[in-house]
């Protein structure tokens, strides 16, 4: 692969000019370059599959995990759902134009906010070549133009997705360079992108937690974070124990590889003894190992085998990403969110229960993105929650939080209509 020296300056500009040619189509067009990016995809499957093929044998060559190469990389089981998930946003509400808080003032003055596009966004991301889609469709369809920095591991599969997406575009009258790939795994060029604060208008990285710390060090642009997560399960005595067991499952072995993965169940000492040696029951055969604090290992007595071992300190600030699930006694909804809000990195938590008073106090008292009751911490996604796709999930608190779709990937600016005011 030759790989050419990049002026990201001029790239920032062609963006910004594809920004505001965005600016000018109306929502049919949008929804119609949609529909042509997800019959283009169809079409081409076979070949972006094909260099998706080339990524995964060099993950496995490498000696990648397995799971991760599923999970984050492998494109064999993802098209389908990636391509609905393209018609999915195109048959969504369009939110550019929107108008709200519209009022008239005391003094005649009509004002409200109306929405519109950021302009340009810097996405930078580290696998998981489906996000190439799921960025290019929301930015689109919101209005912004985008510049990609996709991970070495997936560069064949990225390229093949960016030239399938922008012959869409071309196709359809809008301005191919309203998407654009950094061709380079060089981190130069996410040195050089991270300035480009004349021409880009957000950054959003998604990536571990070195990227982020990278990001916000060291960009002049605004930068949003998100997609770590240390998620969690708190079953107390009430629970529906069959009902928890499937929410852990599902929380921890359908994919373990994300962010919204379960990292630890915490569990009522009450109900301990009766719930713990199941929970091992249950997961152990899918692959599942455990770490256990001494009072889990307790509560375990000889129930348990190789799979569990004794947790250390570390390990509820560890965020797996694999079949490892940490384990914990606590003697109160109290010490639960305490933990919670201590080791969580404000991702995605849940509390299994019956009783409402406290899941309200737990929706009240911790410190997430989402927090879920009697429902597994995988739906804190974009598709999952009804908005078609995400570009990232912030764990941040400014602009945007949880999973960012067309919404939060639009501002606003405040529209005022007098007839000849003048202020005294």
């Known amino acids: 692969m030759t790989v050419q020296t990049l002026d990201m300056v001029e790239m920032g500009k062609r963006a910004k000019a594809a920004a505001r040619a965005l600016v000018t189509m109306t929502t049919a067009q949008k929804n119609d370059v949609l529909m042509a990016i997800a019959s283009a995809l169809e079409a081409h499957s076979a070949a972006v599959l094909a260099a998706n093929a080339q990524d995964v044998a060099d993950a496995r060559a490498s000696g990648t995990d397995e799971l991760w190469i599923k999970d984050r990389l492998d494109l064999t089981r993802r098209m389908s759902g990636m391509i609905a998930d393209v018609r999915q946003v195109a048959s969504l509400p369009d939110p550019v134009g929107e108008s709200f808080d519209e009022r008239t003032l005391d003094n005649g003055l009509r004002i409200s906010r109306r929405r519109t596009p950021l302009g340009v966004l810097g996405v930078i991301y580290e696998s998981r070549p489906n996000v190439t889609v799921d960025v290019v469709v929301l930015a689109i369809k919101s209005g912004n133009a985008v510049i990609l920095r996709g991970g070495k591991d997936s560069m064949r599969s990225n390229l093949a997705l960016v030239g399938v997406l922008r012959d869409a575009l ?53 930068v949003i974070t998100g997609g770590i997560g240390i998620c969690h399960v708190y079953i107390d005595e009430t629970a529906d124990i069959d009902a928890a067991l499937r929410v852990i499952h599902n929380a921890k072995t ?52 190789n799979a569990v071992t004794s947790a250390n300190e570390e390990d509820f600030d560890t965020e797996w990403m ?103």
């Open 170 to 222: 071309i196709a359809c009258g809008f301005p191919a360079d309203a998407v654009q790939y950094i061709e380079s795994a060089d981190r130069q060029y996410v040195s050089e992108m991270l300035k480009l604060h004349d021409y880009i208008d957000l950054i959003i990285p998604r990536g571990g937690a070195s990227l982020h710390k990278l990001c916000r060090e060291n960009s002049t642009i605004p």
């Open 254 to 305: 359908q994919k373990p590889a994300v962010c919204n993965s379960l990292d630890t169940v915490l569990v009522k000492s009450e109900v301990a003894a009766q719930v713990l040696p199941r929970v091992v029951a249950h997961l152990a055969p899918a692959g599942v190992s455990f770490r256990a604090e001494p009072r889990a290992l307790a509560a375990l007595g000889e129930t348990h085998d």
């Open 322 to 424: 694999s079949l490892v699930l940490g384990l914990k006694v606590v003697d109160s909804l109290d010490e639960a969110i305490t933990h919670i809000n201590t080791h969580s990195m404000g991702h995605s938590d849940a509390i299994m229960t019956r009783r409402r008073e406290d899941a309200e106090r737990f929706f009240n008292e911790v410190d997430s993105s989402a927090v879920f009751w009697n429902a597994s911490t995988r739906f804190n996604d974009g598709g999952a929650l009804g908005l078609g796709a995400e570009i990232a999930v912030s764990t941040q608190k400014l602009h945007a939080r949880g999973p960012m779709a067309l919404q939060e990937l639009t501002t606003y600016k405040w529209v005022v209509v007098g007839d000849g005011h003048i202020r005294a």
